[in-house]
């Protein structure tokens, strides 16, 4: 099992700065990649953005140029740093890790952080 712990949610201008932080633990060896979705109020859950090991990242355009995602191996933890927000970010936004060993993959959801943009 693995366990992600989200932090760093909270209530920010349109225009402001907000940085997320997921550490997992638990069971961490064979986590391929870890990232952020988002649920903004009565849509699905969306990608926001993820990072593979060997540092490849992926972006919604939604996003891009806006967001970036970093992770530190060694304290197995994701990051996500929001610039420029709108308040069409507004979301509950989830860590999530994938898993992959011997053939099968699992994956993990952290309880998710709010984050709220004013106009």
């Known amino acids: 099992q693995v366990q992600l712990v989200e932090s760093g949610g909270g209530l920010v201008q349109a225009g402001g700065s907000l940085r997320l932080s997921c550490a997992a633990s638990?069971?961490?060896?064979?986590?391929?990649?870890m990232g952020w979705y988002r649920q903004p109020p009565g849509k699905q859950r969306e990608l926001v953005s993820v990072v593979f090991n060997g540092a490849i990242t992926n972006y919604a355009d939604a996003v891009k140029g806006r967001f970036t995602v970093s992770r530190d191996n060694r304290k197995n933890t994701v990051y996500l740093q929001m610039d420029s927000l709108k308040p069409e970010d507004t979301a509950v936004y989830y860590c999530?890790?994938?898993?992959?060993?011997?053939?099968?993959?699992?994956?993990?959801w952290g309880q998710g952080t709010q984050v709220t943009v004013s106009s």
């Open positions: 999530h890790a994938q898993k992959s060993l011997t053939g099968a993959s699992w994956d993990y």
């Open positions: 638990g069971s961490t060896i064979g986590i391929t990649s």
